[in-house]
């Protein structure tokens, strides 16, 4: 989890900033649409619509 907990982390960090807004959000959207995807028994990863 520890690798997880720092990805956060870096979003934190990075929100509100362009890198945020136009790198970050994006290439999370993938990476979230991608897992619930595969995993659709598990909880969402990541929702950016909230």
Do not use: C, K, Q, R
């Amino acid at each position: 989890m520890g690798s997880t907990e720092s990805i956060l982390e870096l979003g934190y960090w990075l929100s509100g900033t362009d890198v945020y807004n136009n790198v970050w959000l994006p290439i999370w959207d993938v990476i979230a649409g991608t897992h619930n995807a595969l995993f659709p028994f598990l909880p969402p990863l990541w929702t950016t619509n909230s």
